[in-house]
């Protein structure tokens, strides 16, 4: 629902859905946090090369970063994955399940800020 109203603000709904297919896909090992002695936590990066053809018969190939717990980061060489595609600039994407990831991943981080600003308010008023 939240996806959905989303796309129609930014205008993606009147972009064009088509099948991409990843053409290639390269891990890398990134630094994702730290603890709290500064150790750096590491986590796995894919760069995702998907490619499609837009509506004019042209072949696209752009570059898709996600990190290891996002849906296409499953995915790999020769697995479609659905987009949505800019009809003026066939260049310009968006995933909607990389989308629906990072609004979850934003909402969690969102939700334990207010939890703890809710706990220092409480503290501090009692």
Not at 12 to 40: M, N
Not at 51 to 72: H, I, N, Y
Request: proline share 4%; aromatic share 10%; charged share 30%.
């Amino acid at each position: 629902m939240l996806i959905e109203i989303w796309e129609r603000l930014r205008g993606y709904d009147k972009w064009i859905e088509t099948a991409a297919t990843i053409k290639s896909s390269k891990l890398e090992e990134v630094v994702v946090s730290a603890r709290k002695d500064g150790t750096p936590i590491y986590g796995w990066q894919g760069d995702e090369e998907i490619v499609w053809t837009d509506r004019d018969g042209d072949k696209q190939c752009e570059q898709l970063e996600v990190m290891e717990d996002s849906p296409v980061f499953q995915l790999y060489d020769g697995n479609p994955v659905v987009i949505r595609y800019n009809p003026a600039n066939p260049s310009h994407f968006y995933v909607r399940e990389q989308l629906r990831y990072e609004v979850r991943r934003s909402s969690k981080v969102i939700l334990v800020v207010l939890v703890v600003i809710g706990i220092v308010l409480a503290i501090k008023l009692s």
